[in-house]
């Protein structure tokens, strides 16, 4: 590359508008909405499972095993099934598919740290289960599922970049376009941005975690 | 009233049940303790009381009616319950904690307010200080006295208190034990109390239940009688070798005859007239006297008591005490 420059600002400056935001834009929309839709499917199998145990082995392997494939080949696997074409479909259900394991087992695990003590009080008292579910276990679960987001939302934006390889769109074509044309400013700004996109959906949901939780931050503030 | 009938408990996978065979009446405005040694069955009958446990056999009436035929809920929300291990909600402020039941009762903002302040003055809690305060901000004993709050919010006309002061220190213990006596004289409220402290039991009992091993009622009569007649050596026990003293704890040195005061008895020690005999008799054997000054809630001097007297109010029934004004 001799003595060019490693980003070369012009071009970003000249392409922004009309290749570096929609692709960040394609990104967002690509993860947000996987994970929404893995959000949409883990609540319910997750409360599900605290009331039916028995489901808990099957649904864990299941969902351990669709995490285990690695994404390339899911990507290449799916658009071979008939009726699903090379864009962002295959790329949705891989993506949904990835954040079920820990959605899933977040929703559990947040609802089996409730004390067993607060339900009982809580069914003592005359509430139903379905106002102990919305206004004790979730609430006290909800920290937990959103640290659940946060991983799921994190992975998703990194596999995301491949699957600009099957079509999806996203910051992946321009690192795969970069990678084409053997030009490093493109490249770079793919990654990049990925990168900071994964450290602020990060860092802001870490806060909002936080946020759902004043009654442990108030009494940490108090003990400090 | 509260009616058990023949009620039993099973565990599932337990070699023996819980609550065996267990009858007994809970009278309307008293407060009815269920006492004895840990795992005997105390909170296991009491949660039969509101369905938290189905009973294997048997049946609690409430009211004479079956309590299976009533709707569950509703059956719950009528009584208030104070868990064992408190179980406030965490993610609930203190105000929101003891608004718990009357928010399901669609109580307006400003009543729930008032009645939560209202709440925690009368447990001890300055409600400046506590109302906005999270479960984890409060030590064990704060929180319990919550958990009594939130009990007493919705005003109910029954009651399961599973060792509601079990970790209140003793002199707070106290003054709760004695305010709840208070209000219980006003409100008269019908109570299962559950306590392994004999002497709480003593203190709070209109009428004590003494359960065994294995959930079988041993003993289930007023304190007096269980006090002077233990029907079995395990109910003697239990209730202690000091049974004779803890009889004089019965009573308030206020309500027994006195003598006028000779000369002006300024060395003699001075106990307040609500104090209990129990108490009089430490205050005698302290001051290395056989006698005692009388004060009225007032602080004038009402009279004195001497320990003869004393040794002759207990060789007569607590029921005849207060009848015949107890003297000798
Ligand atoms: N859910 C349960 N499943 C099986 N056994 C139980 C269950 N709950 C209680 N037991 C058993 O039933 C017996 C009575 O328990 P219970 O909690 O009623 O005792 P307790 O008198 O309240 O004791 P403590 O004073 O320690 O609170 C104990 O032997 C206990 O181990
Ligand atoms: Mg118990």
Redesign the pocket.
């Known amino acids: 590359m001799g003595d060019e420059p490693l980003i070369r600002w012009r071009w970003v400056r000249r392409n922004w508008s009309d290749e570096i935001l929609p692709a960040l834009g394609d990104h967002i929309v690509l993860c947000g909405i996987s994970v929404l839709i893995a959000l949409a499917i883990s609540i319910p199998i997750g409360i599900a499972i605290t009331r039916y145990r028995r489901a808990q082995t099957p649904v864990m392997f299941l969902t351990g095993l669709l995490y285990t494939i690695p994404s390339l080949s899911f990507f290449a696997i799916l658009i071979t099934f008939p009726g699903v074409k090379i864009g962002r479909t295959p790329a949705i259900i891989a993506l949904v598919a990835y954040s079920l394991l820990v959605l899933i087992r977040n929703t559990v695990v947040g609802i089996d740290s409730v004390p067993r003590e607060t339900i009982e009080a809580a069914r003592g008292m005359g509430l139903t289960s379905s106002q102990i579910l919305r206004q004790v276990e979730l609430p006290l679960a909800l920290p937990i599922i959103v640290a659940g987001i946060r991983i799921a939302t994190v992975s998703a934006i990194g596999i995301a970049t491949i699957a600009a390889y099957i079509n999806a769109g996203g910051l992946g074509t321009l690192i795969f376009r970069g990678i084409d044309r053997d030009f490093p400013t493109q490249i770079l700004i793919g990654a990049g941005l990925a990168t900071l996109l994964s450290v602020l959906v990060d860092f802001g949901l870490l806060a909002v975690e936080r946020w759902l939780r004043p009654w442990s931050r108030r009494a940490a503030a108090r003990a400090a | 009233m509260i009616g058990f009938r023949n009620v039993t408990?099973q565990?599932?996978?337990?070699a023996r049940p819980?609550?065996d065979n267990f009858s007994l009446e809970v009278y309307d405005g008293e407060i009815t303790i269920?006492v004895?040694?840990?795992?005997?069955?105390?909170?296991?009958?009491?949660?039969m009381v509101n369905r938290l446990?189905e009973p294997s056999s048997g049946e609690i009436l409430i009211n004479g009616k079956d309590n299976k035929s009533l709707n569950e809920t509703e059956l719950r929300r009528g009584i208030g319950y104070a868990i064992?291990q408190i179980g406030l909600f965490p993610h609930r402020t203190i105000a929101e904690n003891i608004s718990t039941v009357p928010r399901l009762l669609k109580w307006d903002k400003k009543r729930m307010r008032d009645r939560a302040d209202e709440l925690l003055e009368l447990v001890g809690l300055d409600p400046d200080t506590y109302r906005d305060r999270y479960p984890s901000e409060l030590s064990g004993g704060q929180q319990q006295r919550v958990g009594v709050a939130r009990a007493l919010a919705a005003d109910p006309p029954v009651m399961l208190m599973?060792?509601p002061f079990g970790a209140v220190d003793p002199i707070a213990r106290h003054r709760l034990q004695q305010q709840f006596l208070d209000i219980q004289a006003k409100v008269r409220k019908t109570i299962i109390f559950?306590t392994?402290d004999i002497d709480e039991a003593i203190l709070m009992g209109d009428r004590i239940a003494v359960?065994k091993e294995g959930?079988i009622l041993a003993q289930y009569d007023k304190p007096e009688k269980l006090l002077t007649e233990p029907n079995s050596e395990f109910v003697a026990n239990f209730v202690g070798a000091d049974r004779a003293i803890k009889r004089l704890a019965l009573t308030c040195v206020g309500d027994v005859q006195l003598e006028p005061v000779q000369g002006d008895g300024q060395q003699l020690p001075h106990v307040p007239e609500d104090e209990n005999l129990r108490d009089v008799l430490a205050a005698m054997l302290a001051g290395g006297t056989d006698r005692v000054i009388v004060l009225s809630c007032e602080g004038e001097v009402r009279g004195t008591v001497s320990e003869q007297t004393l040794r002759s109010l207990f060789r007569a029934p607590a029921a005849e005490r207060a009848a015949s004004g107890a003297v000798q």
């Open positions: 408990k565990y599932a996978g337990a819980a609550v269920f004895g040694p840990s795992g005997c069955g105390k909170t296991t009958c009491m949660k446990i064992q599973d060792e559950v392994h359960l959930g």
